[in-house]
Structures are given as C-alpha cells and as structure tokens.
C-alpha cells in the first residue's frame, strides 16, 4: 500500500521561497506519475505540478517558470521547488500518486497525502 507524507509548508513573504517534499513509501511499481495540487480558500483543488515516470514535467500557467518538480528516486521523494512566491499561491498543498486511464486519456489522482500549508503574506 502507498503511503504519501508532505513536508516544508510554512509562512513566507511576498517573493520567498519554499522547498515542498513528498515521501512516498510502499509499493511504487504502479504509479504513473506524482503530482503536486493545490487547494486555496474557497477555491477548488487543482493540479500544480507533475512529474511522470519518464521524468516529463508539466505545470499550471500561473507557476510556469517560478515552481520546478523534481524527484530523488534513491529517496523515493519528489519535490516542488517554489520561488518567487505570491499570495495568490497560499493554500494546502497536497501530493497525490497518479495513474493513467486509457479511456479518459489523461491521469487521475489515486493515493493522496496530508497535506502543508502554505501561506504567503503581502
């Protein structure tokens, strides 16, 4: 059974940093990809970044050239570094395994992990 745990959330100012990591643990034979989402007050969940197995990455427009996923596969970790950030990206963040379904054509969340809060003040 896959097990997620985040890590590195916090309070950070206008233009910071944060470096998110993601542990997965168990059996990771059947995962497609890992993703990065995030959910804002009041607003829905969404995709932030992913990684696939191939090692291709893909992200939301609004963190395109500030956010970088990555992966150590000794640690079994992905990360998602975040840098010039604004308030706008405050919100839990989550990591969640994802696998590809054939009849949708396109990736799915399958196990999530707890979540971090990220909060970015003005």
């Known amino acids: 059974q896959v097990q997620l745990v985040e890590s590195g959330g916090g309070l950070v100012q206008t233009g910071g940093s944060l470096r998110l990591s993601c542990a997965v643990s168990g059996s990771i034979f059947s995962i497609d990809a890992v993703g990065w989402y995030r959910q804002a007050p009041g607003k829905q969940r969404e995709l932030v970044a992913r990684?696939?197995?191939?090692?291709?990455?893909n992200y939301a427009d609004s963190v395109k050239g500030r956010f970088a996923i990555s992966r150590d596969g000794a640690k079994n970790t992905v990360y998602l570094q975040m840098n010039s950030l604004k308030p706008e990206d405050t919100g839990v963040y989550s990591c969640?395994?994802?696998?590809?379904?054939?009849?949708?054509?396109?990736?799915?969340?399958?196990?999530w992990g707890q979540g971090t809060q990220v909060t970015v003040s003005s």
């Open positions: 969640a395994t994802m696998v590809y379904r054939d009849y949708l054509s396109a990736y799915t969340a399958l196990v």
């Open positions: 990684i696939l197995s191939s090692g291709r990455t």
